[in-house]
Nanobody, 125 residues
Framework: EVRLVESGGGLVQPGGSLRLSCAAS????????MGWIRQAPGKGLEWVSS????????KYADSVKGRFTISRDNAKNTGYLQMNSLKPEDTAVYYC??????????????????RGQGTQVTVSS
């Protein structure tokens, strides 16, 4: 059974930083592409970032480019999202997502068959 468990969310002031973690189990993590998706209050799901199975290539939504960094440690079956220069509009539930290795990029919510339960990130003064 694929299991993804996020942690690291919380309350942070504008301009601050947070690092989210995603612990994966139940599948061969190093053969899966990984990503992060978020849902702001009253809005739909939004793709944030993706990283290929080998951790070499990454993609970001324009709204977070230059501020967020996605990474993974396949030896630890864990993915990360480092979030810097946080803005109030980054407030959302952040979900870790995964899908089997693909020749094409997973850059939308629908591209990911598996998702965790989410962790709340609130950016407010």
């Amino acid at each position: 059974e694929v299991r993804l468990v996020e942690s690291g969310g919380g309350l942070v002031q504008p301009g601050g930083s947070l690092r989210l973690s995603c612990a994966a189990s139940g599948f061969n993590f190093d053969t899966y592409d990984m990503g992060w998706i978020r849902q702001a209050p009253g809005k739909g799901l939004e793709w944030v970032s993706s990283i290929r199975w080998n951790g070499v290539n990454t993609k970001y939504a324009d709204s977070v480019k230059g501020r967020f960094t996605i990474s993974r440690d396949n030896a630890k079956n864990t993915g990360y999202l480092q979030m810097n220069s946080l803005k109030p509009e980054d407030t959302a539930v952040y979900y870790c997502a995964a899908g089997p290795y693909s020749f094409t990029w997973r850059v939308s919510v629908a591209d990911y068959p598996y998702r965790g339960q989410g962790t709340q990130v609130t950016v407010s003064s």
